[in-house]
């Protein structure tokens, strides 16, 4: 399977700090894309990297892919409070009808 | 931002009950999804939808679900004779088309079997 995979399941940290998390996949891919979700809440997109790209920035967020390594991570800088969420990397595979398939996700926890 | 809505938000429901999850894709877009969030757990691709038919689906949708477009704007999930076990965040999701574009999902609908 083509499933993304996060570490640290778990991360807490001071607000102001920065934020890593990595997820690794298993197959070939389309792109990945990284959601955050609130306790019980949706699914809120927060970016897109392409099989092409190595890096790509949106505000606080830079999200890497090393497609040599099926890796990513996703770094949060200058954390806040309102960041404390699950987030999750999903895969698109490059055949069929492109499903996402997520990872486990990281618990993020900022403490002010 | 153009949206994915669901309707209900939460539905509670006895087990063995039928129960229909609603969802309007953005208006322009062609391949639609159901995904399943079980509490605490990650997110589960249940069934794609392209051209009026199902293009894949994962080992969780067996006979019990199914999906349908009815009037070109809605797509239903419909899960017969629920299960206590099929309570779950369920997540509708669309995309315009597959290069390398992202997926629009829903807020959910938290289903709870009783």
């Known amino acids: 399977s083509q499933q993304g995979e996060e570490d640290p399941q778990a991360l807490s940290i001071q607000e102001g700090e920065n934020a890593t998390m990595n997820c690794s996949y298993k197959?070939?891919?389309?792109?990945l894309q990284w959601y955050r979700q609130n306790s019980g809440r949706g699914l809120v997109h927060l970016i897109l990297i392409r099989s092409n790209e190595r890096e790509k920035h949106s505000g606080r967020l830079r999200v890497t892919l090393d497609t040599s390594k099926k890796s990513s991570s996703l770094l949060i800088t200058a954390s806040r409070a309102a960041d404390t969420a699950s987030y999750f990397c999903?895969?698109?595979?490059?055949?069929?009808?492109?499903?996402?398939?997520f990872g486990q996700g990281t618990r993020l926890t900022i403490n002010p | 931002e153009p949206e994915v809505t669901q309707t209900p938000s939460h539905q509670v429901t006895q087990m063995g009950q039928e129960v229909i999850l609603r969802c309007v894709p953005i208006s322009n877009h062609l391949y639609f999804y159901w995904y399943r969030q079980i509490l605490g757990q990650k997110v589960e691709f249940l069934v794609s939808?392209?051209?009026?038919?199902?293009?894949?689906k994962s080992e969780i949708f067996d006979d019990q679900f199914s999906v349908e477009r009815p009037d070109g704007s809605n797509f239903t999930l419909k899960i017969r004779s629920t299960k206590l076990e099929d309570s779950a965040m369920y997540f509708c999701?669309?995309?315009?088309?597959?290069?390398?574009?992202?997926?629009?999902f829903g807020q959910g609908t938290r289903l709870t079997v009783v």
């Open positions: 999903a895969t698109d595979g490059v055949q069929g009808a492109q499903k996402l398939v």
């Open positions: 999701a669309s995309r315009g088309d597959l290069l390398g574009t992202r997926a629009f």
């Open positions: 197959t070939s891919i389309n792109n």
């Open positions: 939808f392209y051209n009026n038919e199902i293009s894949e």
